[in-house]
């Protein structure tokens, strides 16, 4: 399933919303929202990941200047002109996740709506370094680690933070309370899918109080879908 099927689990009128895609990399979020028919605009710092996009979407047809250059922390729209803003895999790599939620929040109408993805300070498994344990210790320490399995990785790139050093990762409480206070209220998009997973009350409250337990110390990302107060 891909990124836009998973989204319109929550919201099955997405397609017929404008978005933006914030971070937009090599435009596979947005190539996949334009065959769907979505009215999709995107923002993407790395100027070769720009062309790639936009030769993708040439070869479908579609307006290669949706997909422009510029920082997530001061998008170049103005307020209140989407409906959706998508952010995967983008706020740990920016310079100012402040002002990248800020200038989400300013975009978005009232009631609009957006997913971001934030990884875990204390996860399991490492989504950019592909390696267990390594969020459960201190940055000092998994910086040796890296170095004694050569796993580090070129971070000069024009792609934003790369380091663990530099990326910005939150334990489950710091990633709530981050979106509260720029104006979002948020929903743990895997927590509503554990707790679906049964309509009996007394295992529903089993089912939240285990993921209660596990989640901040297990999951690698925690996904979010926000709704703008």
């Excluded at 803003?85 to 300013?106: G, I, Q």
Aim: aromatic share 10%; glycine share 6%.
């Amino acid at each position: 399933m891909n990124h836009l099927r998973q989204l319109m689990i929550h919201e099955p009128n997405l397609d017929k919303m404008k978005a933006v895609d914030i971070g937009a990399g090599k435009g596979s979020f947005m190539l996949q929202a334009l065959e769907a028919g979505m009215d999709i605009y995107g923002l993407e710092k790395n100027e070769d990941n720009i062309k790639i996009a936009q030769q993708k979407m040439a070869e479908k047809g579609y307006e290669q200047n949706r997909i422009i250059q510029g920082l997530v922390e001061s998008l170049p729209w103005p307020d209140a002109n989407f409906d959706f803003a998508n952010a995967s895999e983008v706020l740990e790599h920016v310079e100012e996740p402040d002002k990248m939620l800020n200038e989400m929040h300013r975009v978005l109408k009232t009631g609009g709506q957006a997913y971001v993805s934030i990884p875990n300070r204390f996860g399991f498994w490492d989504p950019h370094f592909h390696l267990y344990f390594i969020n459960w210790m201190p940055r000092n320490w998994a910086m040796k680690i890296l170095s004694a399995l050569n796993k580090h990785k070129d971070y000069n790139t024009d792609s934003g933070y790369q380091s663990l050093t530099q990326m910005h990762y939150h334990t489950y409480k710091s990633a709530l309370k981050l979106l509260s206070n720029h104006g979002f209220d948020a929903i743990d998009t895997r927590r509503k899918k554990v707790l679906n997973l049964s309509n009996n009350s007394l295992l529903k409250k089993l089912l939240s109080l285990t993921y209660k337990l596990t989640a901040p110390w297990t999951l690698s990302t925690f996904h979010f879908w926000l709704v703008k107060k």
